[in-house]
């Protein structure tokens, strides 16, 4: 666990007064602390992926070279793991706070080390209560490493299965604190792209939850042919993702009324066996509100669905918009949704089941 362990590396990079391991700076000059050339922003393709106004021309200036081990912070446990990182818990040596640190694989398959950098900068620009908050940034051979705000809670619809009781009225505050998060993305020209589930986490309880918007799809590029053969959930991604070159703002939105749909339901509104069955129900817009799930959802919240996953992103709702739908104004409903519960516990299995 920890540090990326050749031998190279510790004779290259073990103090932070002499951190500039050998290895790391031929791979990467432009990363040296204090290199402020435009050039060593973005070393990164063209195509602005995730941050749009100002991010791209911004040199990255944050990573610190040598295994975050050597430094500041001691690993402890394994606190969860995604497409291509594991998080750790982490206790900062001085102070003893804690902390969680995201690791990175350098070498994996779609890991694109440009994209990445870039969001790093973009990541330690935000500072947003329903964002998760990123402090430091170190880097050896083999890994990244993110030291991020520790989440005391768990993934968000965990934590939901695990209450077994909640109502439309706690969902509409839920994709409150989510589209506040991502009217915050927007106005400073962040797209977060990988809207799901799993990079929703929350802390807190009841009348005090606060979610989190986690992951800002560090590793991932979003091409088609990307998006078929990862291994993450392609459930959520909106159609000009699979159709056109070019998307923005709006694939968020469409992800939010998946997230919606999701919460007062238990379950997902395109669904099929493989991959290509899901992208053609999404590009179709196939989904519908007629299980039984539905009958006690207010009509609202179902028009608040209608006007997120709408085909053409320019007809679907901003985030501001759907910050002044009156579902999220206060008319969600109070009854509970025990019956979505149980079947979100089943949905929460599959989706954690490696395929
Ligand atoms: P990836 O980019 O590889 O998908 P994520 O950032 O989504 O990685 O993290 C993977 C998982 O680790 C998350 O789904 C979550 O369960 C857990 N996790 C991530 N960040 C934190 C954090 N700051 N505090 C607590 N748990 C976290
Ligand atoms: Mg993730």
């Known amino acids: 666990m920890g540090c990326g362990g050749s031998k190279e590396k510790a004779e290259s990079a073990p103090k932070k ?3 500039e391991g050998k290895k790391a700076e031929a791979k990467a000059p432009a990363k040296e602390k204090g ?9 990164a393709t063209g195509k602005d992926a995730a941050g749009k106004a100002g991010a791209s021309a911004e040199p990255v200036d944050a990573i610190t070279k040598g295994c975050v081990d050597d430094f500041f912070y001691k690993f402890g446990r394994e606190i969860g793991k995604g497409g291509f990182s594991i998080v750790y818990e982490a206790v900062k040596k001085e102070t003893g706070e804690r902390f969680a640190i995201k690791r990175i694989q350098k070498n994996e398959e779609g890991v694109d080390i440009d994209l990445l950098k870039r969001e790093i900068y973009i990541m ?3 500072d947003h209560p329903n ?6 940034v170190y880097e050896d051979e083999d890994y990244f490493f993110l030291v991020l705000e520790l989440v005391e809670g768990s993934e968000l619809f965990d934590k939901i299965v695990d209450l077994g009781n909640y109502s439309e009225k706690d969902a509409a ?4 604190q989510i589209v506040r998060a991502v009217d915050y993305l927007h106005s400073h020209g962040i797209v977060h792209r990988d809207l799901k589930p799993e990079n929703l986490l929350s802390a807190g309880e009841g009348e005090n939850e606060v979610v989190k918007v986690a992951d ?3 590793a991932k590029n979003f091409g088609e042919e990307k998006l078929v053969t990862s291994c993450g959930s392609p459930g959520y991604v909106a159609p000009e993702v699979l159709t056109e070159d070019t998307y923005t703002n709006e694939v968020d939105m469409w992800s939010v009324g998946v997230i919606i749909y999701i919460l007062l339901s238990g379950y997902p509104p395109f669904y099929d066996e493989s991959p290509p069955k899901i992208f053609k129900k999404i590009t179709e817009v196939k989904y519908d509100f007629d299980d039984p799930a539905w009958d006690d959802i207010s009509e ?3 028009d608040l669905i209608r006007r997120l996953l709408v085909k053409d992103p320019a007809e679907r709702l901003s985030a501001k918009s759907t910050l002044d739908h009156p579902w999220l104004k206060g008319e969600a409903k109070d ?6 519960v149980i079947r979100m516990r089943e949905f929460n299995k599959q989706r954690k089941t490696p395929n």
């Open 173 to 176: 505050n839920i994709v409150n």
């Open 335 to 340: 009854s509970k949704l025990g019956g979505s």
């Open 300 to 302: 609202t919240a179902k």
């Open 131 to 136: 964002i998760l908050k990123l402090f430091d």
């Open 124 to 126: 330690k620009k935000v």
């Open 35 to 43: 290199d402020k050339s435009p050039a060593a922003a973005n070393g």
């Open 216 to 218: 800002f799809g560090f």
């Open 17 to 19: 007064d002499k951190a």
